[in-house]
């Protein structure tokens, strides 16, 4: 591989398919336990001699699985398998109730936190957001100046197509095939950003004092377009291994006139969890039996940490009532503000409503995402970022694991960046988030991630920067702080 991670010429497929192939059945062998937390892997040369594969070849392997934060490399001791993240502590409890519906008011908490977190100097564990140092900037700017050259040539004019750029709606059509089974005519809207898509998608179902189902714990900016928007929320617990709960979602259903429900299955902010496909299925068609439209945000669906992308709900949709809502936020350029929808049967409305709260999304950005797709660079760019957040994850659960106190549980995320953190009932996160911050340090306190007070004992970590030896000692700070408000 050169140092783009691509492959130099034809011939260098077949290797790089073998190494993959190898770190997948080593990295499989983990998981099922044939080797322990902590026990040395089969050495370069007996791995070699069992598998038939090249020195280069396994070594690649061992490479890969040090990426992803699978294995532990010794100086000339060898490879030694992780603690799987599902084993570093417990998980966190789900909720066992429904709560009823309620009227939302997070916003002003939500903007006083917001306001503090991006002070400069601060250790980055509150917002979701990549470490600059994942993303492809210097390619990016390339596309930029390569795409600026059209103002001279005359090729970007006025507002633009009002759906958003051909050629990037074309480059986006291209990477749902496979997935989803879009009605006919339904078209791809360019949005500023994946809020923006849900916001005009939340719209177009769903007016004042309706109810909408949402996961809980859940992504606060949900809360806060619920609350602008006069809407009620009804919080369904998710479970931190499977996703929402579907007997409760049943019986929520069952007791309550419930309009729309927005939903983050793949990945889901805050718990990082994953629905498998029959839950999806079944979810899908439990809604379309009662023709409830599913906002769909699948924000993370690029950042898996297992061997393939996971399906959207949409993938199941067979009604045209997935609004599917994505943008290129957390895996390639947070900046751009670059997000689209495809809303099935509602697609007049939410065209509509788009146009007339933007009227165009700048063509500039469009033009040079267009092109880093078309050249392949995403799904270059996207191998590296996988791997390196697999194991920022994994980094930043073995801190919190060596720094909090005992009880202390967490997520297991199966992709995306988000950690959450369950602690002892009596902490008042919020008055930790105060602590932390006067250490310059930010988290995301629980408390901005439900209607109500059930998680006012959790936090949110970002897991999108590598852990440095500050980030470590932040980290240390925090559980030394949890103690003394614990008045250990
Ligand atoms: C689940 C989820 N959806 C949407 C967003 C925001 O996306 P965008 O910045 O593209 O509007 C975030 C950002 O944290 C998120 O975590």
Redesign the pocket.
Known sequence: MDSNGTDGAKGNMESKYHYLRLANELERDIRAGRYRAGEKLPSLRSLRARTGRSLTTVYQAYTELENRGVVDVRDKSGFYARPQIDRILPLPLSGRQVIKPHRVAINALSAMIQNSMIRPQMLPFG??VPAPGLLPLKQLAEEVRDAAAGYARGNIIGYGHPLGLAELRTEIGKRAVGFFQPESGEEIVITN????A?DVCLRSVARAGDIILIESPT?L?YLQLIEDLNMRALEIPVHPESGLDMDLLEKALEEHDVRAALF?ANFH?PLGCLMDDSGKRRLVEMMAARRIPIIE?D??GDLYFGETRPLPLKAFDRDGLVLYCS?F??SLA?DF?L?WTMPGRFREKVKRLRFNAAIAVPQLGQLALARFLAGGGYDRHLRRMRNALKKQVSDLALAVARHFPPGTRISAPRGGMCLWVELDDRLDALQLFDRALEENISILPGALCSTTDRYNHCIRLNCGYPLSDEGERGIAVVGRLIGELLGG
Request: proline share 5%.
């Open positions: 917002a979701a950003g994946c809020m923006a849900i992504f900016c983050n902010n945000d924000i993370y943008s936020t957390k947070p503000r997000g």
